[in-house]
């Protein structure tokens, strides 16, 4: 566990974001790993059926668990503040909440997969694939709830450590299944879903076992589920927000997935490949975020407001540097990393086409660690609705672009319509960034 209160903020923010890039990069890499097997031995149709279950899984995933990070600025303010009993509670509440709602949505999903590759206008020639793949995936989300309550609890106790070595285990099984099973044995996309559960199932074990046996400062214990109003109401103020932003983005993302789907299958094989250089690169660093939401709302709870604002400008400073590298590596990489996800033989209009969306989009990656920056400062205040307001704006912006410009100059649009909903966005986070400090005369 890391105490943030006291020490070096630039210290605590690298200690503590490094093991979450990581662990994103690895969580990153075996969704990655599902898509490069399935491109190379199955096809470009199995390529392009994961690329439209994706969207919906990841609506489904960061919708429930935002609730996770809502509930961890509580926790992490109980741990700032010492009170290890407010920490459990929480804790409890939210895991109970939580796989509720997730057996819940698992088993509508499962059951109008099928209605969901409808609605979003799947070409027939893979549609079936495509809701197999689907529905399977939709059972995971009971594991992968647990795994970030769980992880989101020992994070908020400054252990960032315990969740990368869960999700590196989970990765290298979930590989060594999809090369044994889809690249030596030709199983075929349904084995790919099936593995992808099995490591989420794999790396929610390891957290019980680790909270439970490991960790009995930060266990809940039986009194620590009873039923507490208050506390409830106070997870739903946090975390219903944090949820709603959180399922903002992959409506956006599913919006504009119905848009590439106009383009044929080459373009929906070419954008799930261009989608997992965008979350290798935008993923990370919403990690960097979320140490500042962690370092923000230790100290606020231990009441060491001279100590917020030097911790903002160190996240900040880290976004930049991890920027300026993304975007020398994305544009300088963009043909051989596309050309991970397809063999050979299929290769050429794919990689063409998703080469034209990097040499665009690599030169934005830079908005979006700003914007993370500064949302996980607001998160660490307790501004959970103005992290909302924030999402909503550039996400509205960026499908009504998407929208208008797509049709006219296909997949790179894509890429243009992000760098004009990131911007806006950041403008208007600077402003109340600005009036937020000045208010709590942070400086």
């Given amino acids: 566990m890391r105490d943030m209160t006291t020490g070096n903020p630039y210290t605590h923010l690298i200690k503590y974001a490094l093991p979450l890039l990581l662990g994103n990069w690895l969580q990153l890499a075996y969704n990655a790993i599902d898509s490069i097997i399935a491109g190379r031995f199955i096809g470009p149709e199995a390529l392009a059926a994961e690329g439209i279950a994706g969207p919906v899984m990841n609506l489904v995933i960061l919708g429930v668990s935002g609730m996770c990070i809502g509930s961890s600025v509580l926790m992490s303010e109980a741990f700032g503040a010492k009170d290890f009993d407010r920490f459990k509670s929480t804790l409890a509440t939210t895991l109970s909440l939580g796989v509720i709602s997730a057996i819940i949505i698992s088993t509508l999903g499962f059951s109008f997969s099928s209605l969901i590759t409808t609605l979003l206008k799947v070409p027939s020639q893979i549609k079936e694939i495509t809701t197999k793949y689907l529905a399977i995936t939709f059972l995971g989300t009971p594991f992968t709830f647990i795994y970030n309550t769980l992880a989101a609890g020992l994070k908020s106790a400054g252990d960032s450590k315990t969740p990368l070595k869960f999700l590196a285990f989970s990765a290298i099984l979930n590989a060594l299944l999809d090369i044994i099973f889809i690249g030596f044995l030709g199983f075929g996309i349904i084995c790919s879903a099936t593995t992808t559960v099995v490591a989420e199932a794999v790396s929610a074990l390891l957290a019980i076992y680790q909270v439970v046996i490991k960790e009995k400062a930060i266990c809940p214990s039986k009194e620590s589920f009873r039923y507490d109003k208050d506390r409830l109401k106070k997870i739903f103020s946090y975390g219903a927000p944090a949820a709603l932003q959180q399922a903002i983005q992959p409506i956006c993302k599913v919006l504009i997935q119905g848009q590439v789907n106009l383009l044929g299958v080459d373009s929906i094989a070419a954008y799930n490949a261009v989608t997992k250089v965008d979350d290798f690169a935008c993923i990370p660093e919403q990690g960097i975020g979320a140490a500042i939401s962690t370092y923000t709302a230790q100290n606020r709870g231990a009441k060491k407001k001279e100590r917020l604002f030097i911790g903002l400008k160190a996240g900040i400073a880290l976004e930049l540097c991890y920027g300026a590298i993304i975007i020398v590596v994305a544009y300088l990489l963009r043909k051989p990393i ?31 660690g700003l914007t993370n920056g500064l949302q996980g400062f607001f998160r660490g205040m307790g501004k959970m609705k103005l992290s909302v307001v924030n999402t909503f704006i550039q996400a509205s912006i960026r499908t009504l672009m998407s929208f ?26 600077i402003i109340k960034c600005y009036f937020l400090c000045k208010k709590e005369n942070l400086s």
Wanted: hydrophobic share 55%; net charge neutral; charged share 5%.
């Fill in 338 to 368: 596309i050309s991970l996800f397809v063999s050979n033989t299929d290769s050429g209009n794919v990689v063409t086409i998703g080469a034209t969306y990097l040499s665009y989009m690599a030169f934005f990656y830079i908005l979006p």
């Fill in 404 to 429: 208008i410009l797509t049709p006219i100059y296909g997949i790179k649009a894509i890429a243009i319509s992000c760098a004009i909903g990131w911007t806006v966005m950041l403008i208007f986070m």
